[in-house]
T-cell receptor, first 114, second 114 residues
Framework: DAGVIQSPRHEVTEMGQEVTLRCKPISGHDYLFWYRQTMMRGLELLIYFNNNVPIDDSGMPEDRFSAKMPNASFSTLKIQPSEPRDSAVYFC????????????FGSGTRLTVV | AQSVTQLGSHVSVSEGALVLLRCNYSSSVPPYLFWYVQYPNQGLQLLLKYTSAATLVKGINGFEAEFKKSETSFHLTKPSAHMSDAAEYFCAVTPSYNTDKLIFGTGTRLQVFP
């Protein structure tokens, strides 16, 4: 099992550009979560999916952020247009249910918007 | 709303000394409590979880945590610190039984000195 796979590992982009972060969950996991980590705000849950359907997107900061899960093996988090304050590490995590064994996290994407 | 508080953003211990990282939950007994560890430039890894089956929970790498309802606490301990334990540790809680999302604490950075 390769675990949760995120790409790219690092992304540097200019303000105003569109950024797309990608995540492949563990096969068989029907929950997928997107978190953002910053020094100031810690780990924030942005959105999560169950069986490819968004369940809770209350953490999505604003309309510039959108997330999709077109199938069970792929999800994207898009920021358009990007701003310097979006600079953070974005984590994807998956699980079969939080009560089973919590989440398995990916290695994250470090986004820098200049 | 359910949340967790981690007392002490930084903890320093000598190698071989007891490690104690503090976590308190906010209100009623949560369904699940977790401790995660994050090494530099990596995602979070599950250390252990509490699911009401036992109040003393043993995890990986010699860590354990004790759930104390009277103190609303779930502190993480390890009898003897090792240099490789240096990392950031996060306590997390599931807010209710009808959700699979995790709310994370602000984290405690553990330093281990030789």
């Amino acid at each position: 099992d390769a675990g949760v796979i995120q790409s790219p590992r690092h992304e540097v982009t200019e303000m105003g550009q569109e950024v797309t972060l990608r995540c492949k969950p563990i096969s068989g996991h029907d929950y997928l979560f997107w978190y953002r980590q910053t020094m100031m705000r810690g780990l924030e849950l942005l959105i999560y999916f169950n069986n490819n359907v968004p369940i809770d997107d209350s953490g999505m900061p604003e309309d510039r952020f959108s997330a999709k899960m077109p199938n069970a093996s792929f999800s994207t988090l898009k920021i358009q247009p990007s701003e310097p304050r979006d600079s953070a590490v974005y984590f994807c995590a998956s699980t079969t249910g939080v009560g089973n064994y919590g989440y398995t996290f990916g290695s994250g994407t470090r986004l820098t918007v200049v | 709303a359910q949340s967790v508080t981690q007392l002490g953003s930084h903890v320093s211990v000598s190698e071989g000394a007891l490690v104690l990282l503090r976590c308190n939950y906010s209100s009623s007994v949560p369904p699940y409590l977790f401790w995660y560890v994050q090494y530099p430039n990596q995602g979070l890894q599950l250390l252990l979880k509490y699911t009401s089956a036992a109040t003393l929970v043993k995890g990986i790498n010699g860590f354990e945590a004790e759930f104390k309802k009277s103190e609303t606490s779930f502190h993480l301990t390890k009898p003897s610190a090792h240099m490789s334990d240096a990392a950031e540790y996060f306590c997390a809680v599931t807010p209710s039984y009808n959700t699979d999302k995790l709310i994370f604490g602000t984290g405690t950075r553990l330093q281990v000195f030789p």
